[in-house]
């Protein structure tokens, strides 16, 4: 299932679009503002970004240059009430993918964001690379020096979510709220189980290590830095 941050300070619309969007089989995060947004990129694997340009705090625009920058690469659908030129010309070179005017089609919406995943699942196909290191989201793979293992899903999910941050630190509830779900109480053993296994698979990789933060948790860092 495809996760999408939907950003819109109007409750109205913001309702509308994630209500659409959930009968179509996506996973919705809801953002008031970019500022939330960028709270919800940097704690979970987002594959696509719908963000108003007129937000509080940190607005369309910046939200989008912000995410650049950091380097998610994840498409963007602006929408907006601004239909000048300029507007659109100034989405583009922040970094949107796409965009549309208000009062918008729902159903255009819909095409809009599916092409959007499709280019982008072809360019990525899902797939993380670090140096010689490949994780491949959809057949759970993990790959390198000329071997392949294929992990547990709660395995994988947690290095995806630790190597796509690579050098960030994340507590341990951060960890288990993302990858076990908030709803699911999760012992911290087990999350303590999984990074050990983790370990022992990546005890000879040559790129990647997963470290211990004292007194919060867990982070992925390159070896030999």
């Given amino acids: 299932m495809f996760r999408v941050i939907l950003a819109e300070d109007d409750k109205i619309l913001r309702a509308l679009y994630v209500k659409v969007l959930k009968q179509n089989g996506y996973d919705v995060f809801e953002a008031a503002d970019g500022e939330k947004a960028l709270e919800i990129v940097e704690s979970n694997i987002i594959d696509l970004v719908i963000a108003d340009i007129m937000m509080p705090k940190v607005d369309g625009y910046e939200l989008v240059s912000t995410l650049r920058k950091k380097g998610h690469s994840m498409p963007v659908l602006m929408i907006t009430a601004k239909n000048r030129f300029t507007d659109l010309q100034l989405g583009f070179l922040s970094g949107t993918d796409d965009y549309m005017t208000k009062p918008i089609n729902i159903d255009e919406m819909i095409i809009r964001v599916q092409a959007l995943l499709r280019r982008s699942n072809m360019a990525s196909e899902k797939k993380y690379v670090i140096e010689n290191t490949v994780l491949d989201y959809d057949s759970l793979e993990l790959v390198y020096s000329n071997k392949s293992q294929i992990l547990p899903l709660k395995e994988f999910q ?11 630190s994340f507590t341990k509830m951060q960890l288990m709220d993302d990858v076990w779900g908030v709803d699911c109480y999760t012992d911290p053993h087990t999350l303590e189980v999984h990074v050990n296994r983790l370990r022992q698979r990546l005890a000879d990789n040559p790129d990647i290590e997963i470290i211990t933060v004292r007194g919060i948790g867990y982070k992925a860092v390159r070896k030999n830095v």
């Fill in 158 to 168: 947690l290095l995806y979510k630790l190597v796509n941050s690579l050098g960030r």
